[in-house]
C-alpha cells in the first residue's frame, strides 16, 4: 500500500443543493492510503501513519491534490485546429475543424494526432474524457489503440454524419452500422475504455442515420453524446430539416437516444419544454464555456438547467475551447455566470471544483468510481504544483482557506502547474517527446 500525504480537496456532494459553504471537503495536512488501484482509508496524515507505520509514504505537499478532472466534450481530431477566433459556429467548422478532421482520412496522421491528443488531456489533469471521435474508422481505431496504452478513462465513439459536411466526411446508414458495430466490438469494454454513439449533430443527419444510432445504443453500456442548441443559425437551420419535430432535442428524442446515459453538449439556447425532456429523461448537458465564448455562442443557462433539475459538467470543447484545462473551463463559466447579471448562476470555488470533477463522473456514470477522493474510489487524482514563486505558489502562501485556495487555483491555475496525475493508482509518466511532431515547419520557418 501507499499512502500519499498532501493538502487534499474534493466536493463529494452536490453544492447546487447542499449548503454551498459545507460541500467542499478539504485536509490540509492529509493522508490517503491507496491499495492496487483504490483508496482505502483517509484521514489526517498523522493518524494514517500511525496506524499503518509500515507503508511507503508518498509526500505530496507544496501543492494541491484533487479529483483527477473529467472532461464531458473534447474533439480527439480537433487539438491542431485550437485557436481559430473570430469566427461563428458554421463558418469556424467550415473553416477550421473540417479540413482538419478531412485530415484524419490518413490512419498515420490519426495516430500522430491521438497521440498530442491524449498527451494534451493528461498534461492538464484529465483522468476521465468523453471524447467526440473522428469520422473515421481507422482513425477511431488509432485513438482507442493508443488510450488502451495511455492509463486513461476514454469514453469515444466513430462521428456520424450523412449530409451537410464536407463528402469525405460522410458515411451512408449501413457502412455506419457496421463500423460502428466493428469498433464496439473491439473497444467497448476494454480495460478503461467504453463506446459513445456519436452523430455529430441532427443537422448533418439524416433519420436513417439517427435510427442507427439508436441500434448501436442497445448495446449495454454504451454512452450517447452529439451537439444541440449552440448557436442560433445552426438551432435555425435544423428547424428546417426537420419541419415535423417539436424541437431540436426532439430530433433526437424521436429515436430514443435522449436517456440517462445521453450527454448533449452546449445547450446554450435550449427551451423550457426541451429542459423538462431533458430532466425527466436524466440526461446531461455538457457545459463548454470558452468553446461558448469563442465563437461567441452565447452565454449558458446555467440557472435555468439546474432549476429544471438537468445535470450540467464541463467541457474544454478542444478545438473550438481554447486548451484542455478544465480549471480554465471552470473561471470561464464562472465569468458568464456573472455576466448574465441577475440571471447568472453565483458560482463559489465549492462549484467549479464539482463542475470539473464529479459532475463529469456523474454525467458519464462513473461516480460510484471517480469523481472524488472518497475511501471506496479508484485513485484518480492530479497534483498541482505550482513553481516556486510563481504568482500562483505565492497567491496559495497567501490563502484563507481551503475554499479560497480552490478559487486561487481555478484564477490561476495552467497546465504548467501539473506535478502529477494518477489514474487507478498508478501516475502517468509525463507525455515523452514526439520526434514525428516537430517534423512540420511553423509559417514563420516556411517563410
Ligand atoms: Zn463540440
Known amino acids: 500500500m501507499t499512502l500519499y500525504r498532501a493538502s487534499v480537496l474534493d466536493v463529494p456532494g452536490d453544492p447546487f443543493a447542499d449548503d454551498p459553504g459545507q460541500a467542499l471537503r478539504a485536509e490540509l495536512d492529509g493522508g490517503l492510503l491507496v491499495r492496487a488501484e483504490r483508496i482505502v482509508a483517509r484521514g489526517a496524515y498523522q493518524e494514517l501513519r500511525r496506524e ?23 474533439h480527439f481530431p480537433q487539438i491542431r485546429a485550437i485557436g481559430g477566433l473570430g469566427m461563428p459556429l458554421l463558418d469556424w467548422l467550415q473553416r477550421c475543424a473540417l479540413p482538419e478532421e478531412e485530415r484524419l482520412a490518413e490512419r498515420s496522421y490519426a495516430e500522430a494526432v491521438a497521440g498530442e491528443f491524449l498527451a494534451g488531456l493528461s498534461s492538464a489533469g484529465t483522468t476521465t474524457a468523453l471524447v467526440f471521435g473522428s469520422h473515421f474508422a481507422d482513425a477511431m481505431d488509432a485513438l482507442f489503440t493508443a488510450a488502451a496504452t495511455s492509463g486513461l478513462r476514454i469514453t469515444a465513439g466513430q462521428v456520424l454524419s450523412d449530409r451537410v459536411l464536407p463528402p469525405s466526411l460522410l458515411t451512408t446508414a449501413g457502412r455506419g452500422l457496421a463500423e460502428g458495430r466493428a469498433l464496439m466490438q473491439r473497444w467497448h469494454g476494454h480495460g478503461r475504455l467504453r463506446y459513445a454513439v456519436t452523430p455529430r449533430f441532427s443537422l448533418s443527419a439524416s433519420e436513417p442515420l439517427l435510427e442507427v444510432c439508436e441500434e448501436l445504443l442497445a448495446e449495454p453500456g454504451t454512452w450517447f453524446t452529439t451537439h444541440i442548441n449552440e448557436n442560433t443559425a445552426e438551432v435555425d437551420q ?72 438537468v445535470g450540467v459538467a464541463l467541457g474544454s470543447d478542444v478545438g473550438g475551447g481554447t486548451g484542455f484545462s478544465l480549471l480554465k473551463e471552470g473561471l470561464q463559466a464562472y465569468f458568464g455566470q456573472q455576466l448574465l447579471g441577475p440571471a447568472g448562476q453565483p ?71 501539473v506535478a502529477g496525475v494518477w489514474v487507478g493508482g498508478q501516475r502517468l509518466t509525463p507525455p515523452q517527446d514526439n520526434p514525428s511532431a516537430s517534423t512540420h515547419s511553423r509559417p514563420q520557418e516556411a517563410a
Open 52 to 74: 499503518h507505520g509500515g507503508e511507503e509514504v508518498v509526500d505530496l505537499r507544496g501543492g494541491v491534490l484533487l479529483p483527477g478532472f473529467v472532461d464531458t466534450h473534447v
Open 238 to 309: 435544423v428547424a428546417t430539416y426537420f419541419p415535423a419535430r417539436a424541437h431540436y432535442l426532439d430530433t433526437y428524442s424521436h429515436h430514443n437516444l435522449i436517456t440517462d446515459r445521453s450527454v448533449l453538449a452546449h445547450n446554450v439556447h435550449a427551451t423550457d419544454q426541451e429542459l423538462e425532456v431533458m430532466a425527466a429523461a436524466g440526461a446531461w448537458a455538457a457545459h463548454c464555456p470558452t468553446s461558448n465564448a469563442a465563437l461567441g455562442s452565447g452565454l449558458f443557462p446555467l440557472r435555468r438547467h439546474l432549476r429544471y433539475g
Open 347 to 417: 458560482l463559489g470555488p465549492a462549484h467549479l471544483l464539482y463542475l470539473s470533477t464529479r459532475a463529469g463522473a456523474l454525467a458519464l456514470g462513473m461516480a460510484e468510481e471517480v469523481g472524488d477522493l472518497s475511501v471506496g474510489k479508484a485513485f484518480d487524482a492530479v497534483w498541482l504544483r505550482p513553481p516556486a514563486r510563481s504568482t500562483l505558489d505565492i497567491v496559495l502562501d497567501h490563502a484563507a482557506d481551503a475554499p479560497d485556495m480552490v478559487a486561487k487555483i481555478f484564477a490561476l491555475g495552467t497546465p504548467a502547474d
